[in-house]
């Protein structure tokens, strides 16, 4: 230790010291000069012995120095450039490892930022541990959670003792129209309190946030702006302050901008504009709309808090049984707010990714230990020639230490590259931002796992083999594998498995993908152009003037070349529907807590002829279903079958979101809300009955049939629109097929991860295959030799190999079949329904995982079929 | 490297053993590389050839393992040289090495003369 020190002491104080041992040597040659001299030589000659007498001083000053420093500085760096000579020599091996390790630390990086970003980081708000949402739920209806009317949240609020502050918004995001400042733009908003700001602890970029003032009824209007979304507009957060911006032809003041990175409720919101309770909304407890954040006093705990408002939701199921009867209160952790199937995929493709990584840290292990054992007959000749031990290993710790940085530099490239793709399954219910950091926590594990691993594999082996001295290394190659090939198979063997596995999970997501694509959605998507005019109220707000506008575009519309129909609806499918409303049949039906729930749409007639729903019974709406005219419905035959199984529902009444209707026809049923999971009910008006519905549900959304490549005729009808009202903004136009297509966007990002996962592993265990087959070959030359040489077949030598090769993939194989099923089981959630254990996907994985097996052992068995007999013999 | 003339004659040190030489010269008092040196030719009669590229080095290991300290002074005939000094551990390795050294000459002598 002391040495140590004083060596570290001479590596700082280096000049000094060289100075130091000048002065002495110096000092040394006038003392023998000195002692010359009283010799009685002249001064001339004195200095000349004393020279010649003393030696090289250079020499002696180096031999010196050496004796103070890490003689390790210099010998490292000799090392490096070995090392490096080294892996330039060997560049197969080379690029074998540094992909290797490269893919596992890239893979589990990545993988390891998004569960980071999405499980583990705290959530972006001040104290994020205590921030709750607050849902209502109907566990009796099976709804575990759903959104609360304003006036059961001002109970909550009033009632529970255990928050700091709650917050309420609205559940949904709005589109709206921002002009005034540019070409009009179509914004997603955020409708929330003044409480959320206090609640989340957020303060503004820029201006203030909501105060309790903006939560009055007539207040003036205000608008909060994103961060981008103000540095878009106005170039400058502080500029914006004070600026009026159009939200739907209405002019708002903008009194601040949000910080970067502020996601609430979600990352799609970009502006938030305030919630204010008018009386129609206090009117109604069956208006389900809100959600609630909330924040915990400190001293409350969970299930203190739960707790309390248990008890108030069994006051307010007392107190107001009609609309509260069932109704519960779920405290949830903010965290909470993505769905089981989210965190499930993250969870999914961390395991993946981990998965990914043991295979690169197996193929790595393998590689590396082929290596030590070739070279132990370099390392043989280099002891027997007198190399040091400790310096042996110095340089092959050196070596290992050089692949895993590269490895490990590539790696972090990798990951860097992959974590936008991964970014892709960040849920967008989260309040975070869409992408992660790359995180170097898990950088640094993964590059200690690599580390660990080819410090084991690589210098493990061949520091045994120098410590032994072996000799026999220097005579020959020593072909008994024995041991060290027997654990090298158990590794190829693990490899294999990894990969079955990894194949299996994605063979199962690419099933269930299949699935949803293959689930009818009631309605025909082709040739179906889609946009919206969101009428502005209350320009809109009388029937006439709606009726107007829609005949006017509609009848443009059908006048253009190859539109086979048009129709104006509320909300088109998949993108939004209504709230979910109790169906009640005079009757039949009267309790509304029992009622089966139906989506509400107002249609123009052509609707169901646009999108190709079927007529089951009965008529469609028409043009004779004005307002003079009886007040009728056509319902979907899941809701006929429910109200009025085996019975003509013609004529029938019923009753639904406080409309009273005759019923006049039943259409087939459609997916309104989502592919995945059944469907609710549908209940569709006459366009021109809105009665005293809000105007909110005014159709709204232009749907036109047409021959082929709909979209040209996008500009077509934005003439005509404008020609019908110069004023309105158009905006989404989409192909319905890309909008139903979208619905399964999110399966095919997460197949393509786990998809790329499983080609990777393959790949590796290929890779892992072909090395220790190679290196079997090599080891039985002699062997092989002989054989031939005693008459064997080609063939038989090649079949020897491959027979051994395949083995080794199928026992990997059966290892799989029955982990791949645990796996398979845990993210059954995932699988919409496709069998844990399909067989076909089973045997899909393992037919790939033996063909990549038989591409990994081809090539060696190959080389040992031609091993040529007289020089392999020879050679001994 | 040394100028000595005839230098088969003279003994080469083993390696290891000047190290121990100088601590030997250094119990007598504090000395320069120069006395050192000087100090072990006329001690062993003229027999140790001490090379100055193997002085210094083995002063810079005593040095290092803290047997010896070093320090400028001037020489009695006012010249500034280095002085190295024993440590009371370099003190107690003289007393170990000179022990390990003597049982090893016994040995060897037993050993020479059993052959003889």
Not at chain 1, 163 to 182: E, K, P, Q, T, W
Not at chain 1, 411 to 423: E, H, K, Q, R, S
Request: glycine share 8%; net charge positive; hydrophobic share 50%.
């Amino acid at each position: 230790m002391r040495e140590w020190w004083s060596k570290l002491r001479a590596v700082l104080t280096r000049d000094s010291l060289d100075e130091d041992l000048r002065a002495e040597v110096d000092a040394h040659l006038q003392m023998e000069m000195d002692a010359n001299l009283d010799r009685g030589m002249t001064p001339k000659d004195a200095l000349e012995a004393a020279r010649r007498n003393f030696g090289n001083p250079t020499i002696i000053q180096e031999s010196s120095r050496e004796a103070w420093m890490f003689h390790g500085l210099e010998t490292l760096l000799q090392d490096v450039r070995y090392g490096l000579r080294i892996l330039r020599r060997s560049p197969g091996f080379a690029l074998t490892a540094l992909s290797v390790i490269g893919l596992g630390i890239g893979a589990t990086t990545a993988a390891f930022t998004l569960l980071d970003h999405v499980l583990l980081r705290p959530l972006p708000f001040a104290h994020p541990a205590r921030l709750v949402t607050l849902y209502q739920t109907e566990l009796a209806n099976g709804v575990p959670r759903t959104q609360t009317s304003p006036p059961n949240f001002l109970d909550w609020r009033a009632m529970s003792k255990s928050f700091d502050s709650m917050g309420a918004y609205i559940s949904i995001l709005f589109s709206v129209n921002l002009s005034g400042h540019g070409s009009p733009v179509r914004l997603d908003s955020a409708v929330v309190n003044s409480d959320v700001f206090k609640t989340l602890g957020v303060r503004p970029a820029a201006g203030r946030v909501f105060t309790a003032q903006d939560d009055r009824v007539g207040a003036a209007n205000v608008v909060l702006l994103g961060n981008n979304l103000a540095i878009a507009l106005f170039g400058d957060t502080a500029r914006a302050v004070g600026q009026i911006v159009s939200l739907d032809n209405q002019a708002h003041t903008v009194i601040g901008v949000m910080p970067p990175g502020f996601a609430f409720p979600s990352r799609h919101a970009q502006l938030w504009v305030p919630l204010r309770f008018s009386p129609a909304l206090l009117s109604s407890r069956s208006n389900h709309i809100l959600f609630a954040v909330a924040r915990l006093r400190p001293e409350v705990s969970m299930q203190q808090a739960r707790a309390d408002m248990d008890v108030i939701a069994g006051q307010l199921q007392r107190a107001y049984p009609k609309d509260n009867a069932h109704s519960g209160i779920a405290v949830v952790d903010l965290r909470d707010m993505m769905s089981p199937q989210s965190r499930l995929l993250v969870l999914a493709v961390f395991g993946a990714a981990f998965c990914l990584m043991l295979i690169a840290c197996t193929n790595l292990a393998n590689l590396l230990f082929a290596r030590a054992r070739v070279r132990r007959q370099e390392i043989a000749v280099r002891i027997a020639i007198g190399a040091a031990h400790e310096r042996l290993l110095r340089q092959l710790l050196t070596e290992s230490l050089i692949v895993a940085i590269l490895g490990g530099a590539l790696g972090l490239l990798m990951a860097v590259i992959a974590t936008p793709l991964l970014a892709r399954l960040v849920p967008a219910a989260l309040p975070i931002g869409a992408t992660p950091e790359v995180d170097w926590r898990m950088f640094g594990f993964a590059a200690a796992v690599t580390l660990s691993t080819s410090l084991a594999f690589g210098v493990g082996p061949a520091l045994q083999s120098c410590r032994h001295a072996d000799l026999q290394a220097l005579r020959f190659r020593s072909p008994n594998g024995g041991r060290t090939d027997r654990l090298r198979a158990v590794l190829v063997l693990a490899e294999v498995a990894g990969t079955v596995v990894l194949l299996v999970g994605a063979g199962l997501l690419v099933k269930a993908l299949w699935r949803v694509q293959a689930v009818d959605p009631g309605f025909r998507t082709e040739g179906v152009l889609t946009l919206r005019t969101a009428l502005p109220m209350p320009k809109y707000s009388a029937p006439t003037a709606r009726r107007d506008f829609y005949s006017r575009v509609l009848t443009g519309a059908r006048g253009l070349p190859g539109v086979a129909s048009a129709a104006y609806v509320s909300y088109q499918p998949m993108e939004f529907a209504s709230g979910r409303f109790a169906v009640t049949a005079p009757g039949v039906v009267d309790d509304p807590l029992s009622a089966p729930k139906a989506i509400i749409h107002f249609v123009t007639p052509d609707f169901f002829a646009t999108l190709g729903i079927p007529l089951r019974r009965g008529r469609y709406v028409s043009d004779h279903d004005d307002e003079t005219a009886p007040f009728v419905a056509v319902i979907s035959e899941s809701l006929s079958q429910r109200l009025w199984p085996g019975q003509d529902p013609i004529g029938r009444r019923l009753n639904v979101a406080g409309l009273d209707r005759t019923v006049v026809g039943v259409a087939g049923d459609i997916a309104v809300r989502r592919l995945e999971g059944e469907s609710d009910a549908q209940i569709y008006f006459p366009s021109e009955q809105l009665g005293t519905t809000s105007t909110y549900y005014a159709p709204k959304d232009l749907v036109i049939r047409a021959s082929d490549t709909p979209l040209v005729l996008a500009p077509a009808l934005t003439k005509i629109i404008h020609e019908a009202d110069p004023e309105q903004a158009v905006s989404d136009v989409r192909l319905l097929e890309d909008i139903v297509a979208s619905q399964t966007a999110p399966r095919r990002d997460q197949l393509l991860v786990l998809g790329i996962f499983a080609a990777i592993a393959s790949l590796l265990a290929a890779v892992g295959i072909h090395g220790l087959l190679s290196f079997t070959v090599l080891a039985r030359t002699h062997e092989v030799g002989v054989r031939v040489a005693l008459g064997a077949a080609r063939s038989t030598i090649l079949r020897m190999f491959l027979r051994q090769g395949l083995a080794l993939g199928a026992a990997g194989v059966v290892v799989a079949v029955p982990l791949a099923y645990v796996v398979a089981r845990g993210m059954k959630a995932l699988l919409f329904g496709v069998e844990p254990g399909d067989p076909l996907i089973y045997g899909f994985a393992a037919l790939l995982a033996m063909v990549m097996t038989l591409a990994g052992s081809l090539r060696p068995a190959l080389r040992a079929s031609i091993i040529d007999p007289a020089i392999t013999i020879r050679t001994e | 490297m040394s100028t000595v003339d005839n230098l088969s004659d003279r003994l080469e040190l083993l390696q290891g053993t000047l190290e121990v030489l100088i601590l030997r010269s250094l119990a007598l008092g504090p000395n320069h590389a120069y006395g050192i040196s000087q100090f072990l030719r006329q001690e062993s009669d003229h027999e140790f050839l001490v090379d100055n590229g193997s002085l210094y080095p083995a002063l810079q290991r005593l040095l290092q393992r803290g047997w010896i300290v070093a320090q400028w002074k001037t020489s009695p005939n006012a010249r500034r040289a280095k002085y190295y000094r024993l440590t009371p551990a370099g003190r107690k390795q003289l007393v170990v090495a000179t022990s390990k050294w003597q049982r090893f000459v016994e040995a060897m002598g037993r050993v020479l003369a059993s052959a003889r």
